[in-house]
């Protein structure tokens, strides 16, 4: 996925040089503009835009094994660019 695209599990979903914001309850995504397509959907963000607070949830190493909660199916949703 590229960068303001979703919905990613982990940073190993996103491009070279992003990593996945985990949204909780929704949100803003920080380096994207627009509105996010789900209040559910987690994005690719370049990691000089996490908040200074850090991310939500615990980051996810790139080297991390599969996710156990993995789905057979994937939607691409993207916010605009400013």
């Known amino acids: 996925l590229g960068r303001c695209e979703g919905d990613c599990d982990t940073d190993v979903d996103c ?6 914001f985990q949204r909780v309850g929704g949100g803003g995504v920080p380096g994207c503009g627009g509105d996010p397509a789900s209040d559910e959907d987690d994005y690719c963000i370049r990691p000089q835009d996490v908040p200074s607070a850090g991310r939500p949830s ?3 190493s790139p080297n991390a094994g599969p996710s156990t909660g993995a789905t057979t199916s994937q939607t691409t949703s993207s916010t605009n660019f400013p």
């Open 58 to 60: 615990l980051p996810i």
């Open 15 to 20: 491009g070279t040089d992003l990593v996945c």
